[in-house]
């Protein structure tokens, strides 16, 4: 998944009125407004309302389920033809404003305001996880090389004190 490719598919669903947020890192390299690194997929957050619309405009790009991995309704992802990946993380807003993913129970969400960044992909301005919950959430597992480079990234950037050191 390259840049110009994320800029289009954002466009095109951004025409279509199907809001997306960019997670993951691609979400990293948006704040940054910069490609740090190559991406193995995109991670993308979608209002379960307009999943639906989601899907069928990814189907119509060729991707599909393919093998299953990390598949349940709220998280799946979805393969083309030339092997580029979407990671779908489908949430619904409660009164609060958290973006409840999967059943309340698993207590898995988008806090309010996580989904609140703002930042650009090959000059297409882009709605993104906010810097520090960008931190946050590469902190809630130990942190891998790529993570420990973007944490210190955005950390430099937002003037967020760093939580790996």
């Not at 669903?13 to 910069?34: N, P, Q, S, T």
């Not at 960044?117 to 942190?143: L, N, S």
């Amino acid at each position: 998944m390259i840049a110009s490719d994320v800029a289009e598919l954002y466009s095109e669903l951004e025409h279509l009125g199907v809001r997306i947020w960019i997670d993951g890192g691609w979400g990293v390299d948006a704040l940054l407004k910069r490609q740090t690194r190559v991406h193995a997929d995109l991670d993308i957050a979608v209002e379960e309302r307009d999943l639906a619309a989601l899907c069928a405009v990814l189907k119509r790009r060729g991707y599909d389920a393919g093998d299953g991995a990390k598949s349940n309704v709220w998280n799946f992802v979805l393969t083309d033809s030339i092997g580029r990946k979407i990671d779908v993380h489908a949430f619904v807003l409660d009164l609060q404003g958290n973006g409840i993913l999967g059943p309340a129970e698993l207590n898995q969400m988008y806090p309010a305001g996580a989904l609140k960044g703002i930042g650009e992909i090959d000059k297409v301005p882009v709605r993104c996880v906010a810097p520090a919950f960008m931190v946050k959430f590469k902190t809630t597992y130990p942190p891998r090389d790529i993570d420990r480079a973007d944490i210190k990234a955005i950390c430099e950037r937002f003037g967020i004190a760093s939580p790996l050191e």
